[in-house]
């Protein structure tokens, strides 16, 4: 039987998402928080719900760290887990004391790049247009990468239009030779105060050498800094990331280094080394971290479980079975390993 003891506050949580009236999706959340509360980190279940009334935007980073912090215990449910403990100066987001181990995991979702963000601050414009159009119906955009500020009221009168039809064919802006935006309406399940927003995408494959790499570095050095002491065999470092848009060769080249390919005089590959420009190798960081751990959902909701890639730092190698078995890893790369 469902826990119904969290239930009102799950609703509350997701109010502000897309993932409102969905069902599951709280039903989830609500056992989710029961789970938590019953293995002492209630003051996960706080943190997600005072953060969540604050700003429906942070919602994603915190149910990210809900997420983790459940999957945690479903890997080791007689294991011991802190939620930032108070003791320390800047309280690593996750604690495990293990015999003779501390495990210390600090959470980080990984950021969007600056043209996403520009894509998505471009996308909430268009949902508050939206709000003052009072057709129930339900919109799927598509965004070329020439598609800009200028663009966001154009596209919304053209929309309205259609909208006002039984018209639910792909639709181009500003035409279907040279378009900026595609979009499909379609009918909701349930009534809709205004028209929304239901799925959004870009059109055009996207260059992204270098991007990816530089946001997880900084990513990396927003999150280093929970570890004021080095890593040892008393004190796991570990800094994990919810990864979902980003391919295990990211994040490789950017904690084991750049790829560089040996080619032939004749123009065949030969083998594969690697930069030394790797996050592992940087003096700053290399004795401090042990790992960094991509999360990748294993479900369609926004409540699920992670499958865990655990990049292990080449000096820490030896604490790899350490970590599969209280974390509960699916998989290990090293700096042999080219994704």
């Avoid at 990210?64 to 003791?87: K, S, T, V």
């Avoid at 508050?128 to 966001?152: G, R």
């Avoid at 594969?272 to 991509?294: E, M, Q, S, W």
């Avoid at 078995?325 to 699916?330: L, P, S, T």
Wanted: charged share 25%; proline share 4%.
């Amino acid at each position: 039987m469902m826990t119904t003891k969290f239930r009102q506050t799950a609703e509350e949580i997701l109010h502000n998402t897309t993932c409102k009236n969905n069902e599951t999706e709280i039903q989830n959340l609500a056992e989710q928080m029961d789970l938590v509360e019953q293995h002492g980190m209630s003051n996960l279940n706080q943190t997600l719900l005072k953060n969540a009334r604050g700003s429906g935007r942070n919602i994603p980073d915190f149910i990210a760290e809900h997420n983790f912090g459940a999957d945690l215990i479903r890997n080791d449910p007689q294991g011991l887990f802190l939620y930032e403990p108070p003791q320390y100066t800047r309280p690593p987001d996750f604690v495990l004391p293990r015999v003779n181990t501390t495990y210390f995991l600090q959470m980080k979702r990984l950021n969007d790049s600056e043209f996403e963000n520009r894509r998505n601050q471009m996308m909430r414009r268009i949902q508050t247009h939206f709000e003052a159009i009072a057709v129930s119906k339900l919109v799927s955009i598509e965004l070329a990468e020439n598609f800009s500020e200028q663009d966001v009221e154009p596209l919304v009168r053209l929309i309205a239009t259609i909208a006002q039809s039984d018209d639910l064919s792909r639709q181009y802006y500003p035409d279907d030779i040279k378009p900026k935006a595609a979009f499909i309406l379609f009918n909701p399940r349930t009534t809709l105060p205004h028209l929304s927003l239901g799925i959004s995408s870009g059109m055009d494959w996207r260059d992204l050498t270098g991007e990816a790499e530089a946001q997880i570095r900084s990513s990396l050095d927003k999150a280093i800094g929970a570890f004021t002491w080095n890593n040892d065999a008393q004190h796991v470092n570990l800094i994990v990331m919810e990864a979902d848009q980003y391919d295990d060769i990211d994040i490789s080249q950017a904690v084991f280094g750049t790829e560089i390919y040996q080619v032939s005089q004749r123009k065949t590959l030969t083998g594969t080394n690697r930069d030394t420009d790797g996050y592992f190798y940087d003096p700053l960081h290399k004795d401090r971290l042990c790992g960094v751990i991509a999360l990748r959902r294993t479900g369609d909701g926004f409540i699920s479980g992670y499958r865990k890639t655990l990049f292990i730092n080449e000096q820490f190698e030896s604490y790899a079975d350490l970590v599969r078995q209280v974390v509960g890893i699916d998989e290990v790369l090293t700096v042999r390993d080219i994704p």
